[in-house]
């Protein structure tokens, strides 16, 4: 078997790849790119004290409202489609439950005509199903909640699905590429630039795989690998950080997003080092798309430096894949 082969083989049990947001991050995400598109209007709703009241802002030109749902501890598709089920039933049962304090939010002659949840994904029918029988139950409802629109309907959608333009112009620098002067190390740079015991750790884990474990030049060649992209990635950051800031932090979002769901993944026991060229992917796709202007091979690049620092740094021990 190959080193591209040892590398390739499958993709970690049971673990679907997507964006981990963490809740506060991903409510701030879609509060920018509203402001962007509505400007002046758009209405936020603070939730700090007593909640949001089941919706995170409204358009003050039409009878649309937002709310911002990430899920947390959703490992599967499953799982994602009954938190947002749960999510849709209770910000509904919500606005219903307080009508006056709802109304005086939105003004007395506002309706609500959508009610938009805004999600990082959605990849099941059965949420669709599940906002239609809402919208019948609340129209059926006696006496009929005050804010509610006679044409009222649920909406679920994506940042991506929702706002393109906006995402292809937030935080993106004017010129049409970024470029990165860096000149790739020599593996003698790479040797001094690593403490000898994260090389030893890093040999550890990867012997958990049977393959590497035993076949000495394939494992030496493979760390070798690992090494490089490490260290020429961690020069591209230096770079992209100097030059681009906002470009840099977009970049590390992007990383902390993946290696998120990675990590839970295999603390719980999913995984080995064979299975993680589809993360890395993944990784690379998810910076193309965020920034164009970065070239396709730098966002490969640092996909590979973040699976490298993830597979150095992470304290978890793999399992042996089969």
């Not at 962007?36 to 009878?63: H, N, S």
């Not at 970024?178 to 550890?204: C, F, G, N, W, Y």
């Not at 090494?227 to 990383?255: C, I, N, P």
């Amino acid at each position: 078997m190959s080193l591209a082969a040892v590398r390739a083989t499958g993709r970690l049990t049971g673990m679907p790849v997507r964006d981990a947001w963490e809740g506060n991050e991903w409510e701030a995400h879609c509060c920018s790119l509203l402001s962007i598109k509505y400007a002046e209007e758009i209405q936020f709703v603070p939730a700090r004290v007593q909640g949001d009241g089941g919706l995170e802002a409204f358009r003050l030109d039409d009878g649309i409202v937002y709310q911002c749902y990430a899920p947390q501890d959703a490992y599967t598709n499953k799982d994602v489609t009954a938190a947002q089920k749960r999510k849709i039933t209770k910000d509904l049962g919500t606005l219903v439950k307080n009508p006056v304090q709802t109304q005086e939010l939105l003004g007395a002659q506002y309706r609500i005509r959508r009610w938009v949840l805004l999600t990082p994904e959605f990849d099941d029918k059965d949420v669709l199903k599940h906002a239609r029988k809402e919208e019948t139950k609340l129209l059926a409802m006696t006496p009929r909640a005050p804010w509610l629109a006679d044409d009222f309907k649920i909406l679920v959608s994506t940042d991506l699905q929702l706002f393109p333009a906006e995402l292809a112009t937030m935080h993106r620098p004017t010129a049409s590429t970024i470029r990165i002067p860096v000149i790739q190390p020599t593996p003698e740079q790479v040797t001094e630039a690593m403490p000898a015991d994260l090389v030893e750790r890093l040999s550890r884990k990867l012997c958990v795989n049977a393959f590497l474990a035993a076949n000495p030049e394939e494992l030496e060649a493979y760390r070798a690998e690992v090494l490089m992209d490490y260290v020429y990635g961690k020069r591209q950051l230096s770079a992209l950080e100097e030059r681009y800031g906002s470009v840099y932090e977009l970049v590390q979002r992007r990383a902390k997003a993946t290696f998120n769901s990675l990590n839970r993944a295999v603390a719980a026991g999913d995984g080995g080092p064979s299975g993680l060229l589809a993360i890395e992917q993944d990784l690379a796709q998810g910076l193309a798309r965020d920034l164009p202007a970065l070239p396709e091979l730098t966002c490969g690049d640092l996909a590979r430096h973040f699976m490298s620092d993830w597979l150095i740094s992470c304290p978890a021990r793999f399992r042996a894949a089969s």
